[in-house]
């Protein structure tokens, strides 16, 4: 995380960086699980599935791609990568004022 979020006056900077890192995780986690082909009737992995699901709502299937595995990467994908852009750039936004 960049320094810049870290003063002591400001802490809504780091707090909206955080929420962004751990959704793009989630995002991400999902992702490598469903490569590796995780056991899809364990409860984290289901959990990890459900909150994907709904953090990506918007992207899921957004894609056509004939292989399943470059719908998941690519729909959850740009979910992450879009909840770490607009995280990233109101947490500048809110750590500059």
Request: glycine share 8%.
């Given at each position: 995380?960049?320094?810049?979020?870290?003063?002591?006056?400001?802490?809504?900077?780091?707090?909206?960086?955080?929420?962004?890192?751990?959704?793009?995780?989630?995002l991400g986690l999902w992702i490598l699980m469903y490569l590796l082909d995780a056991n899809q009737g364990n409860a984290f992995v289901q959990f990890i599935h459900d909150t994907a699901r709904?953090?990506?709502?918007?992207?899921?299937?957004l894609f056509t791609f004939d292989?399943?595995?470059?719908?998941?990467v690519a729909g959850y994908g740009l979910a992450a990568v879009v909840y770490l852009f607009i995280g990233h750039a109101i947490a500048n936004r809110v750590a500059r004022h």
């Open positions: 995380m960049s320094p810049r979020y870290r003063n002591g006056s400001n802490q809504a900077g780091t707090v909206v960086a955080v929420v962004a890192d751990i959704m793009a995780a989630i709904w953090l990506a709502g918007w992207s899921h299937d292989e399943q595995w470059a719908r998941v």
